[in-house]
C-alpha cells in the first residue's frame, strides 16, 4: 500500500467509526430493551412466526381459489364459445345453402355472397345471447381485407378489436387448422368504460361467400376479480386478528412464566444487596410454585450460612485485634531488652554478637508485621478513617523517592519521574498516598534488577493517576490477580527472605479503595511490570477511566503495534521516520547508560476510555524465546507483596 492510500486508509477509519457510532446511538434503547425483555423477545418472535403462517395460508389459499375460479371460467367460455362457432358456422352454410337452391339466377348468389349485414347480423345474433357475459368480435383472416365495407370488422358491446385482440392471438390462428385459440387479456372499449380483464377465444371460420375470417368471444373477468377481492380482504383480515390473537396469546402465556422470573430476579438482587429476608412469593402448586418454593430454601439455607460465616469473620477480626494488641506489651519488653543486647554486642564472642543482630533484625520484622496487622483489622472492622484534603501528588511522589534512596543506590536503581510539570491535584488522605507508593516503589526497586524505575503522574478529566513502571522479572500469567492478596508468595515452596511481611499490597489496595479509586498491576514474564494507582480528584466522585493505560508502551504487544501502525503509514522499520511513537529501551546491565523515557509520555497525559474498573490485572504470556532465558527468570523469582 502506497503512502497515499495508506494515509487516506488511517483518515477513513476514525470516520468510519464515528459514523456507526452515530448510527448506533438512537437505537442503543431499543437493542438494550430487546436484550433485557425475553417477554418481549417471545411476543415478537410469535407475532412474526404468526404472521409468517398466515402468509403462506393466504397465498396458497389465494392461489387455489384463483385456480379454481380461472378453471370454471374457463370450462363455461370454451362450451360457450364452442356453440357460437357452430352457430356461425351453420348460418354460414344455410345461406349458401339457400342461395343455390333458390336457381341458377346469377344476381340471387351474388346478393347472397356479398350481403354487407351478414358479419353485423351474426355479431349480433351471437352476441344478443350474453347479455353482458361475453362479447362477440368478426375479424378478416386477411389484414387486406379489412378495408372492404363488406369484410370489415365487427365488434359489439362498443369494444375496441384491435387493442383487445393481440397480434400473437390473431397469427396463431392464422397458422392453426381451424381449431381454437385462446389468451388472456384486457378489454378495452371505444367509450368511457374502463377496461377490464378478460379471456379471449377465438376460431378462424368461413363465411357466407366462403372467404376466411376470425370469430372472437371476449369474456369479462370482472366479476371474478371482484370474487378474488373479497377473497383476499377477508383472508387479510381474519391474517390480522389471528396474528393478534397468536400475540395476545403469547403475551398472556409469557406473562405467567416471566412475571415469576422477575420476582426472582429482583428478590435475588435484594439478597446481594445484603436484605438476606427477603422470600419470594409461592400460590398454587405447579412448577412455578416449586421453583419459589427452592428458591426461598436455599435463600433461608444462604442466610443461614452468611450469618454463621459473619459470626465467624467477626470473631478471626476481633482474635487477630486483640492478639495484636496483647502482643505489643510484651514485644515492647523484649524490644528494650533487645536494644540493650544489642548495643552491648561489642563485648560479646562473635556467635552472640550476630545472634544479637539477628533479634534486632527480625524484631523490626516482627514489629512491622504487627503494624501491618493492626492496619488489617482496622480495614476489616471498618474502622478505617480517611483523612482527604487537596494534596499535590508530585510532593508525595519526591518523598518517597528521597526515602528509597538509599535502596536504590545499593541495587544500582534509577528512579525517574515524568509527567511532573504541571500540578497533580486531589483530595486524598496523603499518610495513607504515600504509604501505598512507598510500598510500590520499593518493591520496583527490589525486583527491577538494578534496571531503571519509572514513576508516571498523569491527570485528566475526573481523576489523576500514578504508575510505577520496572523492567525486571516481571509477572507470570494469573499473578497479576493474585499480587493483593495477603501473605502471597509467587513460589510457595521457598522461604520468604526479602524481609517483607505479605501484607503491603494488601494494604495498599484497601487504601485504594479507601478513596475509591483502583489499584491495578500488569506484568509480563521478563518484561518488568507495571502497577497504577488511580484516585478521584474529589473524594466523592466516580471513576470512569484512567489518565495512564494500564498496559505501558514500551510492552511487547505496544510495540508490535507501533510496528504494524507504523507498516500501515507505509514507513519500513528501516526508515528514518518510522519511529513516530519510539519506545524507550531499558538497559540489561546496571550503571550502563539508560535510554530516555518515551517522548509520548512528556505529553501533556489523556484519559485512557479503555481503561475499566475492578482489579484491571493483566499479564501477557511471554513469547519463547524472547527476553531473558528461563533460568535467569528461575534464579529471579523473588516474593511480591512486601
Known sequence: MSRSRGGRFLQSGPALRLFARWVRRPLLPSLRLWRRNIQLRVVVGSLLMSLGVVLLLGFVVMWQVRNGLLDAKQEAAQSQAAGGFDVAEEKARTVAGTGAGAGDSSEIRAAARNSTNWRTELVEQLASGGRQAFHVVALSADSDDESSINRGPRASGGVNQSASVPQKLRDAIDEGTGKAYKAFVRITYTDAQDPEPGLVIGKQLNDNSGQPYQLYYLFPLTQEEESLSLVKTT????????????????????????????????????????????????????????????????????????????????????????????????????????????????????????????????????????????????????????????????????????????????????????????????????????????????????????????????????????????????????????????????????????????????????????????????????????????????????????????????????????????????????????GAHRLSTVPAQPGAERSPLPAASRAAPTADPTALPGSGARVVARPAGDGDSSSQAERKDITRGH
Not at 528512579?415 to 504541571?422: H, I, S
Open 235 to 578: 383472508l387479510a383480515t381474519a391474517g390480522v386478528f389471528v396474528v393478534v390473537l397468536f400475540g395476545g396469546i403469547a403475551w398472556l402465556v409469557v406473562r405467567q412464566v416471566v412475571t415469576p422470573v422477575r420476582m426472582a430476579a429482583g428478590v435475588a438482587e435484594r439478597l446481594s444487596a445484603g436484605r438476606l429476608q427477603e422470600r419470594m412469593k409461592v400460590t398454587g402448586e405447579d412448577d412455578i410454585a416449586r421453583l419459589g418454593e427452592a428458591f426461598n430454601k436455599m435463600a433461608q439455607n444462604l442466610q443461614v450460612k452468611i450469618q454463621q460465616l459473619e459470626e465467624l469473620s467477626r470473631l478471626q477480626r476481633r482474635f487477630v485485634s486483640d492478639v495484636s494488641h496483647e502482643l505489643r506489651t510484651p514485644l515492647t519488653t523484649v524490644r528494650m531488652a533487645a536494644d540493650v543486647i544489642h548495643e552491648a554486642r561489642a563485648d560479646f564472642d562473635p556467635v552472640t554478637a550476630r545472634s544479637a543482630e539477628l533479634l534486632a533484625g527480625q524484631l523490626d520484622r516482627f514489629e512491622s508485621l504487627l503494624a501491618d496487622l493492626l492496619e488489617i483489622s482496622r480495614f476489616d472492622a471498618g474502622a478505617a478513617a480517611l483523612e482527604a484534603e487537596p494534596i499535590d501528588l508530585r510532593e508525595v511522589v519526591r518523598r518517597v523517592i528521597e526515602g528509597a534512596e538509599p535502596l536504590a543506590e545499593r541495587k544500582g536503581t534509577r528512579v525517574r519521574v515524568t509527567g511532573d510539570e504541571q500540578p497533580v491535584i486531589a483530595e486524598a488522605d496523603a499518610r495513607r498516598v504515600e504509604r501505598v507508593l512507598r510500598n510500590l516503589v520499593v518493591n520496583a526497586v527490589e525486583h527491577g534488577e538494578g534496571r531503571d524505575v519509572v514513576v508516571r503522574l498523569g491527570a485528566a478529566g475526573g481523576a489523576v493517576a500514578v504508575a510505577v513502571r520496572d523492567y525486571g522479572v516481571g509477572l507470570k500469567p494469573g499473578e497479576a490477580t493474585r499480587v493483593f492478596n495477603r501473605f502471597w508468595r509467587a513460589d510457595p515452596a521457598r522461604a520468604r527472605t526479602t524481609g517483607g511481611t505479605g501484607l503491603g499490597l494488601s494494604i495498599a489496595v484497601e487504601d485504594a479503595r479507601l478513596h475509591g479509586g483502583w489499584l491495578q498491576a500488569w506484568g509480563e514474564p521478563g518484561g518488568g511490570s507495571q502497577f497504577r494507582l488511580t484516585l478521584p480528584r474529589t473524594a466523592d466522585e466516580s471513576l470512569r477511566g484512567s489518565p495512564i493505560p494500564l498496559e505501558p508502551e514500551d510492552s511487547r504487544r505496544g510495540r508490535e503495534r507501533a510496528e504494524a501502525d507504523s507498516r500501515i503509514a507505509g514507513n519500513g522499520p528501516g526508515r528514518p521516520d518510522s
